[in-house]
Each structure stands twice: as structure tokens, then as C-alpha cells.
């Protein structure tokens, strides 16, 4: 898988918790001390990339390939994919649904 990949996944473990949690929090909990746009901006640590990977090769690998290239016809390609750059908020949810 290539290194862009990765980052995509390594950032999408680790702001789904944070969009799920935003989504089922009440009006009166306490936002996080990071917002979620932070932490995609960061560059993921390996702990990060390693729980990505994990969660790719768990959920994703099967259908997108693991270069993310998927199968043409059936399953979408992640890797470049311009749709899911364009909007990572987008991104984050449609891959939890």
C-alpha cells in the first residue's frame, strides 16, 4: 500500500472515533481539546499508521486491494481517489456507514 493511502487510513482510524462521538455526544459535553480538521493535518505517528493499517486490512482489503486500487467494475479505487480527497469529512463518513 502506498505511503498516501496509509496517511488516508492512519487519519481515518483515528477521526472516526472523534466524528462518531461528536455525532452521539449531548449538547452538553465538552468538545475534545483537539478538533478533528487538527489531527488530519498532523502527520500520523507510527502507532497511528500501524491501527490504519490494521483497520484496512480488517474492513477494506478485500474488496479495494491492498494497494487500494480496487477491482474495476465492482469496488471503487481508494488510493488518489479524488472523491475522497476532495472532502475528508465526507470521507469519514461514508466509510463508517
Not at 483537539?34 to 500520523?44: D, F, G, L, S, Y
Not at 494497494?67 to 481517489?81: I, M, R, W
Not at 480527497?85 to 463518513?93: E, H, M
Request: aromatic share 4%.
Amino acid at each position: 500500500m502506498n505511503r498516501i493511502s496509509m496517511t488516508a487510513v492512519a487519519a481515518l482510524a483515528v477521526l472516526m472515533p472523534a466524528v462518531s462521538w461528536a455525532q452521539s455526544a449531548p449538547a452538553a459535553r465538552i468538545a475534545p481539546s483537539v478538533h478533528a480538521a487538527e489531527a488530519a493535518a498532523r502527520t500520523p505517528s507510527a502507532a497511528q499508521l500501524k491501527a490504519g493499517e490494521d483497520v484496512y486490512k480488517a474492513a477494506c482489503l478485500a474488496c479495494h486491494q491492498a494497494n487500494g486500487k480496487g477491482l474495476p467494475g465492482a469496488f471503487p479505487p481508494l488510493a488518489q481517489s479524488d472523491y475522497l480527497l476532495k472532502d475528508k469529512t465526507r470521507a469519514i463518513a461514508s466509510s463508517r456507514n
